[in-house]
Structure formats: structure tokens, C-alpha cells
């Protein structure tokens, strides 16, 4: 649990678990149910995350406060803070402006993610014609909220995230299963900021990074103080 009042309650889901019942999967455990379980009522998710994904996510605790939390969804007044790692090194900062295809019959959607770049990482493994490895630690701001909207505009600027199986690259994906035991998508949701509907004051919740995202973060870093 990250936060919790009257209204709102906020918890850093794990790397895995599915939001809510989906058609997709055979899930039996949700974070939408173990919430209500643990909090003993109902509980209305504010926003989605990919199974894949982890980092906070909010919920409302009544109607009322879904529909005003929603409506500054509905606006993109809500500001979104992730963590990522991606193959290769990323400009310093960018923005990526692409409309995605829904995967039906309507027209694409349009799409804007920016992204500042905060360390750079180079490993002595040899990965197909390169005798290194570059990667890059990435905060990223996604303007509009489409499915997969991340991963696929990192994908499009030719730096897939390192884990994604979907849009990413197997070669990198195993040297980080190999070398650091990493089986998950880096990419973490890590701060969600926003007007709170009843106390009228500017909420931030935070969520640090865990488990093997925080000890490949820490690779970042040592090679930050070694160049220093």
C-alpha cells in the first residue's frame, strides 16, 4: 500500500498481476480483488497497467470520487512518471509523437510520449556484430494513455525496452536473463501526481523501484561514479 485516505488508495503492483479479470488469460488472482479482499469493500481502478508493468497504480473507494478522479484522466491533467531501460543510448531527451492502430477497423490514435534520458550504460558483452552492449535509463511522460503506448513508441524510435517480448529484442532480453537474472519488462510506473477531488490539494504518490529493476538501476549508477 502507497497511499491510502477516505477516497483513494494507491498500491505498487508487482511485476505479473493483471489489473482485472481479462478474456485474454486464465488469471484467478487480480490486484482489483485483492485490494477489495484486503480492504473488506468495493474499489474502482482509476487507471490500467500492463500485467508486465509495474509501479502504482490508484483506485478509488467510492463512485463519486471515480467519476471526478476520472474526468482529470479524461483531461490529461494527471501527470505519469516512468522508469525504463532500453537497448542503446537515447538522445538526451525526446519526444515521440506517433498515432498507434487500435488493432481494429477505426483510425489510429493519436499518440505522444516524451522522455529524458537520466544514465547510459555500456556492458564488454559482445551482442550479434558489436563487441558492447549499450542501454539507457530512461523518465518517461506519456502525454496520451494508449495501449502499450511505451514500449510501442520505444520500439518505433529503435529503442525497444529490455524485457518486452512483444516489442523488444530476444538478443538483449536473454543477456539480461543471463547476466543478471532479470525475467521481467523494465518499466516501472513510478510516480502518478494529481488534484486531489475533495481535499483540493496536489497529491504525489511515489513508488521505488524493487527487486531486480532497483539492482540493474544500480548498474547505471556504478558506471555513472566510475566515469566521474
Given at each position: 500500500?502507497?497511499?491510502?485516505?477516505?477516497?483513494?488508495?494507491?498500491?505498487?503492483?508487482?511485476?505479473?498481476?493483471?489489473?482485472?479479470?481479462?478474456?485474454?488469460?486464465?488469471?484467478?488472482?487480480?490486484?482489483?480483488?485483492?485490494?477489495?479482499d484486503q480492504l473488506g469493500c468495493?474499489?474502482?481502478?482509476?487507471?490500467?497497467?500492463?500485467?508486465?508493468?509495474?509501479?502504482?497504480?490508484?483506485?478509488a473507494l467510492d463512485a463519486d470520487?471515480?467519476?471526478?478522479?476520472?474526468?482529470?484522466?479524461?483531461?490529461?491533467?494527471?501527470?505519469?512518471?516512468?522508469?525504463?531501460?532500453?537497448?542503446?543510448?537515447?538522445?538526451?531527451?525526446?519526444?515521440?509523437?506517433?498515432?498507434?492502430?487500435?488493432?481494429?477497423?477505426?483510425?489510429?490514435?493519436?499518440?505522444?510520449?516524451?522522455?529524458?534520458?537520466?544514465?547510459?550504460?555500456?556492458?564488454?558483452?559482445?551482442?550479434?556484430?558489436?563487441?558492447?552492449?549499450?542501454?539507457?535509463?530512461?523518465?518517461?511522460?506519456?502525454?496520451?494513455?494508449?495501449?502499450?503506448?511505451?514500449?510501442?513508441?520505444?520500439?518505433?524510435?529503435?529503442?525497444?525496452?529490455?524485457?518486452?517480448?512483444?516489442?523488444?529484442?530476444?538478443?538483449?532480453?536473454?543477456?539480461?536473463?543471463?547476466?543478471?537474472?532479470?525475467?521481467?519488462?523494465?518499466?516501472?510506473?513510478?510516480?502518478?501526481?494529481?488534484?486531489?477531488?475533495?481535499?483540493?490539494?496536489?497529491?504525489?504518490?511515489?513508488?521505488?523501484?524493487?527487486?531486480?529493476?532497483?539492482?540493474?538501476?544500480?548498474?547505471?549508477?556504478?558506471?555513472?561514479?566510475?566515469?566521474?
Open positions: 500500500m502507497l497511499y491510502q485516505d477516505r477516497w483513494l488508495c494507491a498500491i505498487d503492483k508487482p511485476c505479473g498481476l493483471l489489473v482485472h479479470k481479462s478474456s485474454r488469460g486464465d488469471d484467478r488472482v487480480f490486484a482489483l480483488q485483492r485490494l477489495r468495493r474499489v474502482w481502478p482509476l487507471h490500467r497497467l500492463d500485467r508486465a508493468t509495474s509501479g502504482v497504480l490508484l483506485f470520487t471515480a467519476a471526478a478522479v476520472g474526468h482529470q484522466f479524461m483531461a490529461r491533467s494527471v501527470a505519469k512518471r516512468y522508469l525504463a531501460v532500453t537497448r542503446g543510448h537515447t538522445d538526451t531527451e525526446g519526444r515521440i509523437d506517433k498515432a498507434l492502430a487500435r488493432g481494429d477497423q477505426r483510425d489510429d490514435q493519436p499518440a505522444r510520449t516524451d522522455y529524458t534520458r537520466l544514465a547510459t550504460l555500456e556492458l564488454p558483452i559482445a551482442v550479434g556484430r558489436y563487441a558492447s552492449a549499450r542501454y539507457s535509463l530512461v523518465a518517461v511522460f506519456p502525454r496520451t494513455g494508449r495501449t502499450h503506448q511505451i514500449r510501442r513508441h520505444f520500439k518505433h524510435i529503435f529503442h525497444p525496452l529490455i524485457g518486452d517480448t512483444t516489442y523488444g529484442e530476444g538478443r538483449h532480453n536473454r543477456l539480461f536473463r543471463t547476466h543478471f537474472g532479470c525475467h521481467r519488462l523494465l518499466l516501472h510506473a513510478a510516480e502518478l501526481e494529481l488534484h486531489h477531488p475533495w481535499t483540493h490539494q496536489r497529491l504525489r504518490i511515489r513508488a521505488p523501484l524493487r527487486g531486480v529493476f532497483a539492482r540493474v538501476e544500480a548498474l547505471f549508477a556504478d558506471q555513472d561514479r566510475a566515469i566521474a
